[in-house]
């Protein structure tokens, strides 16, 4: 193998792992948008419990059980 022909094969791989390494251009870069990977949607909130309910149904864990709680209110 010739010195000319090992220097296009280095060059000519050199150049595939600078393409490579290229990527994809994320939601902030400052490409056009049309270029851009989109973001991802932020996963949905979890609806609060219901802690009226909750502390209504358990006193005890709310209080210990040698406190003996009645007519507990929960706002």
């Known amino acids: 193998m010739g010195q000319g022909r090992v220097g296009v094969i280095a060059l000519a791989f ?3 792992l600078m393409l490579g390494g ?4 994320d939601s902030r870069s400052s490409l056009p948008e049309f270029m851009r990977i989109k973001a991802s949607e932020p996963p949905p909130l979890e609806t609060p419990p219901d802690v009226k309910r909750l502390v209504g149904e358990k006193l005890d ?3 210990t059980p040698a406190s003996h709680p009645s007519r507990v209110r929960v706002s």
């Open 14 to 16: 050199g150049g595939a």
């Open 22 to 25: 290229c990527g994809f251009a």
């Open 61 to 63: 864990s709310v209080f």
